[in-house]
Structure formats: C-alpha cells, structure tokens
C-alpha cells in the first residue's frame, strides 16, 4: 500500500512519507483539540457531574427538556450562589451564573465581558449582513440616545395608526365573531404600528406601513437573520464561518425584495435631507428611519448614499423592534384572556383605560406620558406576561473577551471565549419571590403598587415593580447598560394595544380551549409561545 502509493506522491523515501503522515496527523489532533477542547477550569463544576451523568448524555438532554437542565441548574448550583457549566444548543456551553451576581456582571468592564459580542453571537449579523452591521450597531446606539426625546412624537404616530391596525386585523364586523389566527395577526398588527413608526411619517413611507406586503417582507428578512442565526448555533464557534456560507443563501433574495421596495422611500427621504441641508427650518419625518437618516448624514456618509447599506440598517432596526415585541404581544393577548375567568382582566382593564382615557377616549388619541403611567393594571399585566412567559431562558449574556478570563465572584477562572449568563425564567419564577410562582396572576405587581401608593396623591408606589423597571426578579429587558432601550416604547406600544382592543372589540378564546390558553413550551432555550393559538373577536358597536 505504503508502496504503491509512494511514486503517487512524489516521496523519494518511505521514512519521508511517514514522517509526513505522523506530522500532520497530530497538527490535526492538536489543533481540533485547541478549537474543541473542554478549556474550562477543573473546579468549574459540570452540571451532571455529580451524579456521574455523562456530558454528552446531559447534552441530549437539554435537546430533549431544556427546562430540566435549567432547573437543575437553577436549584442545584444559582439558588447556592455557585456557577455551573451546563450544556446549551449544538455543541455548545454555557456558564450560568447566580442571580446575585447580576450587579456584579453587569458592572464588569466591557474588555473583560462583552455584551456586544454576545449578541453577535446569538444573532449572527456578521453573517445574515454583514461584519460592520454586526459590529458598528450605530441604530441601536441611537435607540438609546435619541429614543427619549423621540418618544412623543412615536407615540402620537403610533395612536393615530391604531384605529387603521386594528382594522386591517381584527376587522369591522360587529354582528359576527371571527376567528383569527393569533400569531400571523399579532404580526400584521404589531408590524403595521411598528412601521408606522419606523417610516411611516412621509408619504411614501405611510403607503408601506399599510402595504401588507411590505410588512411581510420585513418579516421574510427577520425570519431569514433567524435562519442564519438557529443555523449557527448548532455548529461550534470556529466552523460558523464555514457554515454560513450555506446557510445564509437565501438571504441575498430576501434583502434584495426588501430593497427593491425601499428604493422609493429611500430616495424620498435622501431628497428630504438634502433639503435639510440647505434649510435649516424643514422639519424632517420624525420616525426612526428619519433618524437614521440624520445620524448616518453626519456619521456614516458613506452608508446614507448606499441603498444596499440604508437598506440593510433598517433590517437590523426591524430585528430589534419587531422579534420580541411580537412573540410578546402574543403571550400578551392569550395571557389577558386566559386570567379573564379568574380574575376578570378584560373588565378591569376596560375600568382602567376608561378611568384614565377617560369615556370620550376610545380611540385612544388623547394620551400622555402621565396617563400611561396611571396604567398600573395594564403595567402589570405587561410585567406578569414576561415574568411568565419571557422567550429568553438566559439573561444577561455576555462573552469573556479578556485574556486572563473572568474570575466569578464564587473563585472560578472562567476562560475567554466563554459565553455567561444568568437564568432568566427560573429567577422570575422562584418560590422564595413569588407566591405561586407559575401561576399567571395580572395584577400581581398593581395590588403592591396599589398598597404602596403615594397618600394623598393616590399615585402607585413601588416604581421597581413596573414594566420597565429591570431586576434580578424582572430580566427579559436585562439589566444594566445593556438593558434593553426600546422597552419604554414597547410599553406605550402594549398599552395602546391593550386599551385599543378591549374598548373597541369584545375578544375571547375559543369556546374549546375552556377558558385557558394554550401553554408555551421550551425549545433550545427559548420559551415559544403556542404559535397556532386562535382568539375570536367581534367589533363593539359604538355607544
Ligand atoms: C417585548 C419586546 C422586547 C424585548 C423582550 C426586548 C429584549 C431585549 C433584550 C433582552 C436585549 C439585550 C440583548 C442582549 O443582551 O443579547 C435587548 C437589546 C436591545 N433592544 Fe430590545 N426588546 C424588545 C423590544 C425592543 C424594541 C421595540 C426596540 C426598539 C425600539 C428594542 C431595541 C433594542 C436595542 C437597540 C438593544 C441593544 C441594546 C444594547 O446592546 O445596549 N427592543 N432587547
Ligand atoms: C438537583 O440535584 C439532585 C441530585 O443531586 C437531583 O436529584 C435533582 O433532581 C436536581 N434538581 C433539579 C431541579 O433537577
Ligand atoms: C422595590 O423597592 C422596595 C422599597 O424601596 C424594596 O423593598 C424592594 O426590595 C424593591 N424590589 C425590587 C424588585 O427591586
């Protein structure tokens, strides 16, 4: 054999040949062995280890029953204040931290725990996009900045878009129920406001908020990065790069529909701030992509001139303002009618937005800051969906980038290119909070804030315990700097919703479901809502 294929390759002398084959062999071993090897520290404990559950076998498991290992984790290692590695999707690990850890992960500095490059890594921009869409996040960047000042302004967009949303969805019929699909009508719903406030201030940008099949095409992209980003996660770090270039093959075709259907606004809009620039007193649309607009003409020039890139930022804007808000919104609504029976939320609610809105309101176009704010009961409605239905399993994720590590505050040297977090459902859901800890209740958080009201004013108190208010006991936005910018629109956004719904249409489960909602159940580390899910709706005739 040796011989035979000797003259093939060219060796002059047999001990060549094995010398050779010896060499490489082990740079192959030594180098899988450096990309895959188990880096972790040996008083890292594993989770399993224990009780002598094989690794692999532990790993089946998280693929089988996700919520198992966390709450194993959980119980057995967070609830003692001790990290644990753990297995998570693919080939992958993860090291859970315990909640009281939380202030001191988030006050580690960025060179030492990345959030950025955690987020990279979950949603593999770098791949679905591109490296500096991944890597030069200047949208989110302006969500943090600009979104405060904006506020207004969005909310006044979005009110005025809700009577059009409503109907496009739910419909006018206010003889007969209907049937809906939850989901896809969460996502019509939710994208038409969405995009309202994201283009809709111009005219060429209003006729694609309304245009279904633009806000479908938003969508065919978010679920594309999706694809990408699932596709990722079942391969080890070092071969995504490899991997992408398959899985990423229908991104070209989704970006370039996305495109072809911006290309109108876009010019519009390019038009808008080249007037600008001449005339200080035009005021531009004041939606999101108006602020991109006038952030990148400054900043990025390059980028505002390119079609391909303004294109693909308002992609990376949808991924943030669409994904989550939609899976939420759909807990949302089957949360408020599955509570109804015991608790009556549908009526509460209606008492609440009328108090607040006041009767002559239904429309809902008379808000303020200060009358969301009275919203107690909707707050907590919003605060108990995400408590009990949060879609991360895992908070606070950030990547060690430090050369020497990370060194948790239980001793242990975690190494770079680690992932950590801290459980984000186990935590909200722990006994020793919550009474009844798995148990939807909506007014929950409203009836402490009710006792603790303010005397006199009659104001609710205890502020830590709104929507917006991020704790170890309150993750899904995260905690810290990182914590997500976009909830205080998210709540304007959800009580609009809310308010608008139950004061125009009467809804409810179908008569099958008995009163409850369909459960969510875990997959890969996400809690994922019962997609399928149908409500019934009926418009209420006015008066
Ligand atoms: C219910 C809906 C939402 C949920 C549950 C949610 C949750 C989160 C979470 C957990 C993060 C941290 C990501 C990470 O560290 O991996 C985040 C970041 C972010 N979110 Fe949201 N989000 C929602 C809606 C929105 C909306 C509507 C916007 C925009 C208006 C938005 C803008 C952002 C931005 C810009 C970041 C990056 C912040 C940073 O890295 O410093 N989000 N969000
Ligand atoms: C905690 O560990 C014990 C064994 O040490 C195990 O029997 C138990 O199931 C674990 N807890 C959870 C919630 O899995
Ligand atoms: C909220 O504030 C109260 C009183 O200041 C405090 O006792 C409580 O622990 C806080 N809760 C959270 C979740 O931060």
Known sequence: MVAFLMPALGFEHPLVLVLVVAVTT????????????????????RIGAREGVPWQQMRKKFQADCLA????????YSKRGQSVLIPVFGPNDEVILPPTSLQWLVRQPEDVVNSLAAQVD??????????????DPWGGMLIKKDLNSAMDAMCAIMSDELNAAFEATFGTDTQNWKELDLFPTCRMLSGQLTQRFTVGDSPEGLKLARDKSWVQSCYNVLDGMLDVAGAAASYKRFLRPVVAQWTKRAMPGKLGDLKQRFEPLYRERLSIVERKGVNDNIQGPRDLLGMMMDYAVNERPDEVLNLDDMAKRLAVMNFGTMHQTVLTLHNLLLDVLGSDQEFNTVSVLREEVQRVMGPGDLGCKQWNKAKFQAMTRADSICRETLRVHTFLGRAVQRLVVGKDGLVTEDGIRVPQGAMVSILAHQTQTDADTYKDPHKYDPFRHSRRREAAAEPGTGKPGLHNLSFVATSAENLPFNHGKHACPGRFLVEYEFKLIMAYAVMNYDIELPESYGGKRPPNTWFAGFGIPPLEAKIRVRRRSPG
């Open 26 to 45: 082990l740079a192959v071993v030594a180098i899988y062995r450096t990309l895959c090897a188990d880096r972790y520290p040996r008083n890292l404990p």
């Open 122 to 135: 979950s949603i593999q921009l770098e791949h679905s996009l591109g490296y500096k869409f991944a890597y």
């Open 69 to 76: 290992v966390f709450d194993d984790a959980y119980e057995n």
